[in-house]
């Protein structure tokens, strides 16, 4: 029986187990500041270099993950924001 979460040519989405990392005495390496309200989903580009987050403010910001640096805003939403994802393309 094929797994119904897996499509062909698309991989899958990694899950972090973010409760584990704390446990194991992880710590914050970067904060993104720049959304007003809390944060909902965030998505990494397929090459790493690039993080989403989407929020209760209305806002998707974009930022390059390396430097921390917040190079795009996207506005327009009319709700809060709890759903984004990078095209695999």
């Known amino acids: 029986m094929a797994d119904s979460s897996v499509m062909p040519g698309i991989p899958p989405i ?10 194991a005495g992880a710590r914050e390496a970067r904060v993104f500041r720049g959304h007003h ?10 090459d790493g270099t690039m993080a989403a987050s989407a929020s209760v403010d209305h806002t998707i910001r974009v930022w390059e993950v390396e430097s921390g640096r917040m190079f795009r805003i996207l506005r ?7 759903c984004l994802a990078f095209s695999p393309n």
């Open 14 to 23: 990694p899950v972090v187990d973010c409760l584990a990392y704390w446990r």
């Open 37 to 46: 309200d809390p944060v909902w989903v965030v998505a990494y580009h397929p």
């Open 76 to 82: 327009g939403h009319s709700d809060a924001v709890r």
